[in-house]
């Protein structure tokens, strides 16, 4: 059974920092598994929004608002993906999910998912 943990979320002022982490296990194959995987985020009354994306072979996508702030990055041989989110802005609140595809693609869907960890921003 695939299961994905997240941790990392809190409560940050405008301008802050936070770091998420998302902890695979049981996927087929392991570590030697090539998945996409990616960060979504969903904030009240709002739809789901993919954040960051990671190929298997390091190769990201950003959604336009993150880009430049966010950094999204994976260590294989932890079966961990990261989320480094600087200079956050009360918009970036939300509920952050972790989640992995049952593929090299990142635009075929998402078939694993995380809990979630929430993420606020005071102003």
């Known amino acids: 059974q695939v299961q994905l943990v997240e941790s990392g979320g809190g409560s940050v002022q405008a301008g802050g920092s936070l770091r998420l982490s998302c902890e695979v296990s049981g996927y087929p194959g392991g570590s030697a598994a090539s998945y996409c995987m990616g960060w979504f985020r969903r904030a009240p009354e709002k739809e789901r929004e993919m954040v960051a994306t990671m190929r298997d072979d390091g190769v990201a996508t950003y959604t336009d608002s993150v880009k430049g702030r966010f950094t999204i990055s994976r260590e294989k041989v932890k079966n961990t993906l990261y989320l480094e989110m600087n200079s956050l802005i009360p918009e970036d609140a939300a509920m952050y999910y972790c989640?992995?595809?049952?593929?090299?693609?990142?635009?075929?869907?998402?078939?694993?998912w995380g809990q979630g960890t929430q993420v606020t921003v005071s102003s």
């Open positions: 989640a992995a595809s049952g593929s090299w693609y990142c635009d075929r869907g998402f078939h694993y």
